[in-house]
């Protein structure tokens, strides 16, 4: 159901991402202070080419990475395997990968 | 005999690292579509990130960061499991120091921020 190349996929995802989370967390406690607002976010990532490339990667590492993930309980909870796994798995990191990339050009392209 | 999987403490981290896994993977499409309304609908972001000012949904928020964070350590400690060559016992150990580390150091930037 993992073969190698998901298995090593899964787990270089999650090395990329672990210092990724711990900025993503710090940028939470710091951005929540005294409320949040469009203006706000967008005065913050809007133009930088820095978080733009934060983002951008943990979008693509987090889209692969939960489509493994899913691709997993999918197959042990409800024993689908073969194409229709696949395409659930590649389906999710699609998904995933469209929405996160939108969510990124959104508040960092100006 | 050996033992049922389910009786072992450590099933309890297993389970936590997959629901924890799970949730997240569905939390984030809302995540990403509220974001991208930055661009198109403005007031509509606006709109929820006042709605996220009930203290219930901080609530809801502590839960999901928490998710997060646990997830993280949940994997540092899976990969260590699986990459370091150490005792099972060094490896939690080691796990439970840097969560121990990384919650003294957050409380810290919470007051400092």
Redesign the interface.
């Known amino acids: 159901m993992l073969d190698l190349r998901l298995y090593m996929l899964q787990?270089l995802s999650?090395?990329v991402?672990?210092p990724l989370?711990?900025g993503?967390?710090?940028v939470?406690?710091?951005a929540i202070?005294g409320?949040?607002?469009?203006a706000e976010?967008?005065g913050r990532t809007q133009g930088s080419v820095l978080w733009f490339a934060f983002y951008g990667l943990f979008?693509f590492a987090?889209s692969l990475h939960?489509a493994i993930?899913?691709r997993v309980?999918v197959h042990e909870w409800f024993g689908l395997k073969g194409p229709v796994l696949s395409l659930l798995t590649w389906g999710?990191c699609a998904?995933?990968l469209v929405?996160?990339l939108?969510?990124v050009?959104?508040?960092t392209v100006p | 005999m050996k033992a049922p999987a389910r009786s072992h403490p450590l099933w309890l981290a297993f389970v936590l690292h997959?629901l924890s896994?799970?949730a997240?993977?569905l939390f984030?499409?809302a995540?990403?579509?509220l974001?991208?309304?930055?661009?198109?609908n403005?007031s509509r972001?606006?709109g929820f990130?006042a709605f996220?000012?009930m203290p219930l949904v901080k609530l809801a928020e502590f839960g999901l960061?928490f998710l997060?964070?646990v997830h993280?350590f949940g994997?540092?400690r899976l990969?260590a499991l699986?990459?370091l060559p150490w005792s099972d016992r060094q490896k939690t150990l080691a796990a439970g120091a840097v969560g121990v580390a990384f919650l003294i150091s957050?409380t810290f930037?919470?007051k400092a921020?």
């Open positions: 787990r999650a090395l991402m672990a989370v711990l993503h967390l710090a939470m406690i710091y202070q409320g949040l607002s469009t976010i967008l979008v987090v939960g993930g899913l309980i999710a998904g995933l929405l996160g939108r969510a050009f959104a508040v | 997959r896994g799970l997240l993977a984030l499409p995540h990403f579509w974001l991208s309304q930055a661009l198109t403005p972001l606006d990130l996220a000012e960061v997060l964070a993280m994997g540092l990969m699986e990459f957050t930037f919470l921020v």
